[in-house]
């Protein structure tokens, strides 16, 4: 049972994390392009981000180690499954989680509001296909 819950907390709070990271790359985006200042919104949707992901990082954590799928041993780097759920899985979410992070801690030291947005973009715009590869590389499909 608490297995299964974390399972299902985890997999549907995934969508959040997707939708604040796409907000915040077209939001970064759209600032960029039009030339418009970092306002307490901007600044908002990326501690809403920040705050999703390391929530879901959390859980995953907590899933990884609940988790019937995650085995070491001799075996873990001879089958593909394994290996995905024990090594490549949280390995690359991790740095995904990482990048989002460094986005916005070194965003709020710069003071120039394109920079801002630029540095948001590019970092966000990187961890969004570290997710999405990863995750499509799990077998179960983006949605």
Known sequence: MY???LLHTHSYFRYLVFAALLVVIIVSLLG?????????TN???SLILL???HTQTAIGLLLYFASPFVKF???????????YWTVEHIFAMIIA??????????MKKMSDDQA????????????????????????????
Do not use: C, Q, W
């Open 73 to 83: 041993g001799s075996e873990t780097m001879k089958d593909k499954a394994t290996r």
């Open 43 to 45: 600044n908002l949707l």
């Open 32 to 40: 960029l392009l039009g030339k418009k200042p970092f306002t307490k």
């Open 116 to 143: 801002k947005h630029k540095r948001l973009f590019i970092f966000n715009l990187i961890a969004l296909v570290i997710v999405v590869t990863v995750v499509y590389l799990s077998g179960r499909g983006i949605f």
């Open 51 to 53: 705050i999703s992901a």
């Open 97 to 106: 989680v990482v990048v989002i992070t460094a986005a916005r801690s070194t």
């Open 3 to 5: 297995y299964s819950a």
